[in-house]
C-alpha cells in the first residue's frame, strides 16, 4: 500500500518529502563514539533512517516521507544510538512546526526566480532552530533548509531539508 492509499481520499492534504541530511557533533554514548540514527514522528507516523556506524557526524541523506492530514502538528525528530546487546541510548530531539512552509507552499509563486527567499523563520524559544530557516523557491518548488539544535543532550544538531509534494483530488493545498 502506497502513503496515497493510507488516507481515506479528502483527508490528505500532501506529502512532506524530509531529507535528513547529516549530524553535527552528536553526543558520544558508546566507548569512543556513536552509532546514531533518526526517528521521525508526526501524528502516528514514525519513519526512521539507517543506522551510521562509530560517527558523532553522520551523512545519512535519506528522504523519508510522510502523509500530512493536518498541517498544524508538529514533526518531532530523536536521535538514538543502536547498541547490540542493550537499549538504544537516546541522543536528543527536536521539534519543528511545518505551518511556515506549508503557507508558503500555497502561494501562487510560479515564475519567480531560482533562489527567492519567501519566509525566514528565525530561532526562538518555541522552535528547536539552531540559525535562521529559510523557505525559499528553487527549480519550482518550495524547499526549507533546517538546522535542528537537539534537546536532552549536551550537544548535537541535524540538517534537515523540506520538500513538499501535492496529491491531485486530495482536497489539500
Known sequence: MNLAERVAPGQMVGLLKLRVLRGVN???????????YVILKMGKQKLKTRVIKCNTNPVWNEELTLY??????????EVYD????????RMGNAEFD??????????????L????????????R???LAEES?????DGEVVQDLVLRLRNVE???????????????????
Request: charged share 20%; aromatic share 8%.
Open 26 to 36: 552528536l553526543a558520544v554514548r558508546d566507548l569512543w563514539s556513536s552509532d546514531p
Open 68 to 77: 500530512v492530514e493536518d498541517p498544524t502538528l508538529p514533526v518531532r525528530l
Open 82 to 89: 543502536k547498541d547490540t546487546f542493550s537499549l538504544d541510548d
Open 98 to 111: 511545518i505551518h511556515p512552509f506549508v503557507e508558503a507552499v500555497k502561494m501562487n509563486l510560479e515564475g
Open 113 to 124: 526566480p531560482n533562489g527567492i527567499i519567501i519566509r525566514k523563520v528565525v530561532p526562538c
Open 126 to 128: 518555541r522552535n528547536c
Open 134 to 138: 529559510h523557505v525559499y523557491w528553487t
Open 155 to 173: 550537544c548535537g544538531e541535524v540538517e534537515l531539508q523540506l520538500h513538499w509534494i501535492s496529491i491531485p483530488g486530495s482536497g489539500g493545498l
